[in-house]
Nanobody, 123 residues
Framework: VQLQASGGGLVQAGGSLRLSCAASGRTFSNYGMGWFRQAPGKEREFVGTINSSGGSTYYADFVKGRFTINRDNARNTVYLQMNTLKPEDTAVYYC?????????????????WGQGTLVTVSS
């Protein structure tokens, strides 16, 4: 599966961005999707995940109430809506396709990764 992430950019603290991740090459509705991020000098960390149907989502504690994942299986696209952004949200955000239809917080459960999109939040 090929993944193409987009939507990153520069935003002021308190602002919003919506990231998109378009998938191709595999039946999109068969697998869960995840978002991860990596800040400069830090390890990659889990942000959120959604199962194949879109009925279940899980989020890292630091984004709960601010970020929302949803998917459009007809458009083969998953979205990450990010609200009330903070400078500490600055990172490269990656979408990933799961090995199964489950939503997973573990990077090892994903077998395809997008190229990443940079989100910069200014204070």
């Amino acid at each position: 599966v090929q993944l193409q992430a987009s939507g990153g950019g520069l935003v002021q603290a308190g602002g919003s961005l919506r990231l998109s991740c378009a998938a191709s090459g595999r039946t999109f509705s068969n697998y869960g999707m995840g978002w991860f991020r990596q800040a400069p000098g830090k390890e990659r960390e889990f942000v959120g995940t959604i199962n194949s149907s879109g009925g279940s989502t899980y989020y890292a504690d630091f984004v709960k109430g601010r970020f929302t994942i949803n998917r459009d299986n007809a458009r083969n696209t998953v979205y990450l809506q990010m609200n009330t952004l903070k400078p500490e949200d600055t990172a490269v955000y990656y979408c990933a396709a799961g090995r199964s239809g489950w939503a997973s917080t573990l990077a090892m459960e994903y077998d395809a990764w997008g190229q990443g999109t940079l989100v910069t939040v200014s204070s």
